[in-house]
């Protein structure tokens, strides 16, 4: 059908290399870096997961984040349009399809614990961590529980703060890929990088700086286990936002000019930076104050109030710190909710304005049933799961890998070398690259036999 023509032909890209940079890694750095980062390293064993994280990023992430693009730049369609227009069959629609619900069902949590993060900049701002500093550790640290407890309790506030932060999305992605995404992202990205540099340097030269830093770069390698290597492997597929066509997306608004291989490793290399200067951020002050470095996803909102409320300058650093993981949470919303408002917007002719309010209506009511996940509906509703968990599990474990699976299967088997090698150059160089063989053999047979794994482990197929 191409009664779209119109409209792709007007189509919005990115204006420069530097925008592209900023829009992919502004997907790509969220609460994965800040909130399930170091939570994960600490509970798997430090130096030893990170090792094992960055050889997935490499072998899994890279490869599958330039599959994407690939797929993105050469149709400049959405996830759905990719396999129609490189008359596909019909069965690899599936990945579009499936794409958007993992798009919803990532929004669906996503959104409220953005909510709590927008709410803790608040409560940083009006300073309601600094009592913590005149109680004796153990009271503060009960007072801090407390804190949370009510944020997330409170009868309607955690909706309020949902809606916030859903409606700061809305309005971004009204205004398009160049005044909304490109215009928010150059913006927020480098200011996110000096903030986090700044918080890990003052980490940094706390007491226990040492001890964190040995956790984290101390590699024991009596820690890699099957279940650590299978936990790094699906972190880094969050992460990178991959799997489920936010990379295919914004590869449609790449222009002629902008490199595939390149800004895959950029995007993927600084991602990873992010993540480990959070680590640096968090453990040092884990380590200062004796902490429980696997104390899971709570240390985000019970450890990093109560350590900053007890340096000097910590109120700053708190309101800051906040500040960056709001950002970050928001330019990662962005980049999920863009990939079902294109489709809708290019496949069915609805108009931009109307595709986003109704995606995020819909991503409300039901992202409503996370708000409360223990105390609302009981926390087994679902296949023993909260819906939290069940829209966490759903998409990081099945979805997501999946996806990825089938991408990386699409690319590897069905795309000639010569095609990638294409479009892995740019005018400049003649379009040629040396890389295209050696790519596409990782994603024909290493990315899917590491992905099946991974997939076959999380439907308890296999049980590693
Ligand atoms: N990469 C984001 C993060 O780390 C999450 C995300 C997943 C964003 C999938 C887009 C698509 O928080």
Redesign the pocket.
């Known amino acids: 059908k191409s009664t779209n023509n119109g409209v792709r032909q007007g189509r919005e890209t990115f204006s420069s290399g530097l925008a592209v940079f900023f829009a992919t890694l502004g ?7 800040i909130w ?1 980062f170091p939570y994960l390293t600490g509970q798997n064993g430090g130096g030893a997961f990170i090792l094992v994280y960055l050889i997935s990023v490499v072998l899994v992430g890279v490869p599958i984040m330039i599959a994407e693009f690939y797929l993105g730049k050469t149709t400049r369609a959405n996830a759905v349009g990719v396999f129609k227009k490189l008359k596909a069959s019909r069965f690899w629609r599936i990945i579009g399809f499936m794409g958007m619900m993992s ?1 919803l069902l ?1 929004m669906f949590f ?1 959104s409220s614990v953005a909510g709590w993060v927008y709410s803790y900049v608040l409560k940083a701002v009006r300073g309601d961590f600094k009592v913590l500093s005149t109680m004796p550790f153990d009271a503060a640290g009960k007072a801090v529980e407390a804190q949370f407890g009510s944020t997330v309790g409170g009868t309607f506030s955690p909706f309020a703060w949902q809606a916030a932060a859903v409606a700061v999305v809305t309005v971004i992605l009204v205004a398009g890929v160049k005044k909304g995404i490109e215009r928010v992202t150059k913006t927020l990205m480098p200011v996110l990088l000096i903030l986090i540099v700044i918080i890990a340097v003052r980490s940094l030269t706390l007491e226990g700086a040492g001890k964190g830093l040995d956790f984290l770069m101390g590699v024991d390698f009596s820690k890699i286990t099957p279940s650590v290597i299978l936990t790094a492997l699906g972190l880094s597929f ?4 991959l799997g ?1 066509g ?1 990379m295919i997306t914004y590869g449609s608004y790449f222009n002629e000019d902008n490199k595939i291989v390149n800004t895959a490793f950029k995007v993927a290399a600084s991602d990873t930076m992010v993540s480990l200067l959070a680590g640096l951020a968090v453990f040092p002050v884990v380590f200062t104050f004796g902490l429980e470095p696997g104390g899971g996803p709570g240390l985000l909102f019970n450890t990093i109030p109560l350590v900053f409320s007890l340096i000097p300058f910590g109120n700053v650093l708190l309101i800051l710190f906040f500040s960056l993981a709001a950002i ?2 928001t330019t ?1 919303m962005i ?2 909710v863009e990939v079902p408002v294109i489709v809708l917007t290019e496949e069915l002719g609805i108009s931009r304005r109307n595709a986003v309010v109704s995606i995020s209506a819909v991503i409300l009511a039901v992202g409503a049933l996370t708000v409360h996940p223990e105390s609302m509906f009981g926390s087994t509703m679902i296949f023993g799961k909260s819906f939290f968990d069940f829209f966490d599990y759903l998409s990081s474990n099945i979805f997501l890998p999946v996806g990825g699976l089938l991408i990386a299967i699409f690319v590897g088997w069905k795309v000639k070398t010569k095609d990638l090698s294409l479009s892995f150059g740019s005018a400049s160089n003649d379009g040629v690259s040396k890389l295209a063989p050696v790519y596409h053999i990782i994603l024909k047979f290493v990315t899917p036999i590491l992905l099946l794994i991974v997939f076959l482990n999380a439907v308890g197929v296999i049980g590693i």
């Open positions: 997907s790509a750095v969220g609460l994965g870096n399930k798009a990532i996503y969050f992460k990178l936002s489920m936010t970050a949470a990662a980049s999920m």
